[in-house]
């Protein structure tokens, strides 16, 4: 029975916005409204070129709405977590008074039998407005726009960026060759499977010959040598995005495995400072104790399972122009 | 080999292709999916992957939740020694666009394209609002269903369809159901039921190009590519008149769909009023066959879903038929289209 795993991935987007939506954006926390001039029509939203022939569009802004007339609409009976509201609403294409073409968004129309096309709404704002399409929350039936809670008024500069975070769960097979190193590394094995065609072996877990392109199944496993040479290394010098845990410069590390082409990328080095890293160090693999074990393994993860990482060994350097050259 | 006019190639022809399972839910990774596609297209060739000159996959990040998804696909088409490759974040139908415009360059002779996706992975109502425009629909979490709606009301209103019409449409392509009984279900996006809309599929396929000599030497029937073109809308269908395709019709005009009669269409229709409106731009008659394989309504999976119309057009070129017509869509209310020829002679 295959084993799934679920990730949460969380995409933090910050955008600029340039001059035209920058403009629609700084004009939503005044709670107005704004399209923009292209020839006869005015375009809601603003959009910097013509959407027919790409000629950009002079900044031209006329204010709309903020009432508008539904030309379409549809009734979302289950909402989901990115939906603007959390009971049943009516996702519409609203043509707001001026503009002449339809904008999208959210009506609190409390049941498809009460929206009909040619009815008449106005938007709901936020109180407290940051300048992003949902300043309004919806727009609810009639000609009056709201105002939910205390208005604490429009921004004190003009808005020019805007944040984004969507939020989205994965659920992914785990191939059973990556459980298999898995467990054999709390063993303190690194296993290896060796392809029965070109003879080739690989590390990590990867179930198959990418050369190949052949399953490897536990018949082909082989144990690997635990000591190996430096080949190359990246000294990353971590940036704070959401999730990043790493503060200081730490390198990651290609280790050749003794005797075998078997290459173990992206391996965390202890007991040896960054500024000290070099090719053709020998190291000897270190791992994890049960009771350091993690969820996510020793630290690298994945199918390396209770390995920590590598330590030098104390030998000498090894001393070849090629090794730097392998990092497959 | 001689060039043609816009979107009529040289001498270049499909002459096989393969999906894996088209299923609700597998266990195998994307990369597993495709192994077992290029191998199932080559193998009756009596091709291996050192034959292949040329390679272009496609695939979506999105829908893997992974950055840089098709450097492990890579792992599927034997990339050693190195191989010319390309990728697109778009439907496998581009990539065989792709690998078309790159025979044409006559130093290559074969090529295999992919598509391939798991769309049991996410929540696709999540997933996809990630795609559109980032200012004014992704922060409404604006998804594909409530786009579909949106288009579906525009087409009944303009008299290309009506409930019954697609729920007709639906009972065919799935080959089950009873239409007077499915027009009682609830609504999932007014005007849509569930009949309406697609099912969440996983899938590969995978397809070998070849030039017209090497064509000719591997199958009896080569199904040749006589016209291939596509062309895309503005991104916010706000701007657009949702009951009618003129980037379709554009593509149609560009292949050389009018040059004769089609007896099969193949379209990536994957709700059910999508097939009526693109019969409609493309001018199919009562005699064209509309997606005899089920089309996306019987299985979607994405990112191969419109490979797998040229695929089936090209098998009934194989299987005896002169000319058939394929169509790929991408984006929200079919925004971007593909149209795709294949004949029975070059």
Redesign the interface.
Known sequence: M?RFVA?T?T?P?K?S?GPV?GAF?TAMTERRILGIRNGDQV?V?P?EWD??TGAELAHEFVEVGPAGTVT??????SP?????LDHPFA?A?IQLDGAT??????VDAGS?ETLTEGARVAPRWRGTRLG???DIVCFVPGETPEVEGVDTGPAGEPVAR?D?L?S??????V?DATDRATEASKEHRLLGLRCPTCGRVYAGG???C??????LGPDCEVDLPHTGTITNYAIVTPVQYPGQTETEPFVRAFVLLDGTDVIVPYSAVIELPADEMRVGVRVAAVWASPAEEIDEGGGMGGAWGALVGWIPSGEPDVNDPDLVNRIF | MSLGGAGRGGDIAVVGWAHTPLVRHTDKSETQMLMDAISDALDPLGLTRADIDFTCLGSCDYITGQAFSFVSNLDAIGAWPPKRDSHVEMDGAWALYEAWLRLQEGDIEIAVVTGSGRSSTGDPSLIYPMEMDPYFLAPLGADPLTFAALQARAVIKAGIADERKMAEVAVRARGKGDVDALLTEEYMRQPLRRHDVPPITDGAAAMVLTTGDRARQLVDRPAYITGFDHRTECHNPSFRALDDSPSTRLAAEAAGLGDGPVEIAELQAAFTHEELLLARVLGLGGDVAVNPSGGALRANPIMATGLCRIGYAANHIRDGGHRALAHSTSGPCLQQNLVCILEDTP
Request: no cysteine.
């Open positions: 295959t990730n991935i995409f987007y955008r916005l939506v954006m375009l939203p959009m959407p027919a379409s609409w549809t009734w979302v009976p989901s977590e990115q939906h603007p996702f294409l073409t339809p904008l999208l968004h959210a498809p992003r399409i949902d805007m984004y969507a989205i769960t994965y659920r992914n097979p191939p990867r179930g198959y990418p050369i190949d392109a052949i399953e």
